[in-house]
């Protein structure tokens, strides 16, 4: 069972790395937005899938991420990859600010706030803020990141950055989750009062969720900078946290592999049926209806965490 | 004997309803203290005063020599006071053996970095905890079910399992809140055992517990609180024939 799906992994991660190959320009630009999508939904899950908080402001941690960077490169001309961390870092700091005191709402409360602060974000790009974010039309003349000396250019090439990225976030996400960090979460967003009563700061969980969350989008938002070049606050609005919401409750809540697969699907099914133009979100919508009736946890719910309890017993039985 | 925690006029009021009237009493190290009364006499509202899930209006708890009544829950857990509920507040949807571990949880030091690291010292104590919750799990005779969903253990079980959660924290002082609940005779006799093996590793218990007779035999000191105030306090046989005691329980004769 478990090596059937090792295999099945195996098998769409070398399809994936291959695809390039056999696909034109436009679909590998698909595909690394499905990658954008796939790290920023990952970096959610760990906020609403794990956490359960209720967090529909995402968008402003990338597009904290993806201005600092665009800024910072325009004005001094740091080489982007450098700015990697500087932008997670923005992004995290910001959450650290923001989440602090709406960390103990619950619920819609916690939805509520997270739209305003997407809105706030939007609505300061656009009107210049400190007259450093370009006001509407953005900033643009962003540089092409160089790895290795080797300058990232194409779509093909942006390809392998951002799943190479995505590759990581999925390696440390998964030890993430499986960890006393990961079961923390997961206790809280059962049960707060119980985690508090079992000696959890379940406080001080939660922010550490957000800042890891907006940590993680602060980083894509540079990646996505230097792979559009120009940025402007569109791309970061409203609409995109609803998308990234979307994914993860699509996908399942706390499934890395749920979550891979609901990027997948909201940004890839709308392009492969881009010829039914005007009856594609239709039929998105009613899909989207049925899951929420039929599969409440999502197309690939997580998976139970593995212990090695047989093992250990067997050890104190033999000793 | 040392007096482990100690209860100083404590009062709760929500709104209009004093539900604890200063309330005062004190538990020695070592010992099976019951708490009874009425329902709605305030039993439930002093454990969560003691737990930090409440905030007492007046008076203070003392913990090993430290008033606790201003500290978070969890720092409460981590001084070394667990608790169960009165409603069973497992993790449904985990396993049993993670909620367990939500238990080891505040003996243990590992964050974020050193998961996503994986470092030799975070591997080391995820197997030390590991091993605890097993042990917690063997205690309370759960062993067998560890990887079971904590819905899907029986009612009994569920009880068990809380009190292995409260276990795993490494206590020196366990609160029970009516540990019989929804158990059959047997069930309740173990658990009788299992309170007594409790005590035997040295952690003080206080229980709150409808079921007499449960309270009769397995505790060494009874306080009774009625309308949220104490009416009296002593041993098991003392208290059985306090008219006072008689009188909450049964009613007065008024004619």
Redesign the interface.
Known sequence: MKDKRLVIYAVISVVLLLSPLFLNAYWVDVLNNVGLYTILALSLNIILGHAGLFHMGHAAFYALGAYTTAIINTTYHIPILWLLPVSGLVAGLAALVVARPIIHLRGDYLLIVTIGFVEIVRIALVNNVFGITGGSNGIFGINRPILFGWKINKPWEFFYLIWGFAAVTIF?FN??E???????L??SR??D??????????AHYKL?AFV?GAFWAGMVGNIFAAKMTIIAPESFNFWESVVLFMIVLLGGRGSIRGVILGAFLVLGLPEIFRQFATARMLIFGAFMVAMMIFRTEGILPPL??K???AK??RR?GSA | MTTLLSLKNLTKRFGGLVAVDHVTFDVEAGAIVGLIGPNGAGKTTVFNLITGNYRPDEGDVIFDNQSIKTLPTHKIVSLGIARTFQTIRLFHKLAAIENVLAGCHCRMQSGSLAAMFRTPAQRHEEHQALQTALQELEFVGLQSQADQLAENLSYGNQRLLEIARALATQPRFIILDEPAGGMNNQETAALIQTIRNIRDRGITVLLIEHDMSLVMEACEQLVVIENGAKIAEGDPQAIQSDPKVIEAYLGTDEE
């Open positions: 440390l030890r993430l499986n960890s006393r960090f990961g079961r923390a997961n206790f059962e049960d009062v119980a985690a508090e009563g079992s000696g959890i700061n379940t550490i890891i139970p965490r212990y090695p309890i250990m017993l104190e």
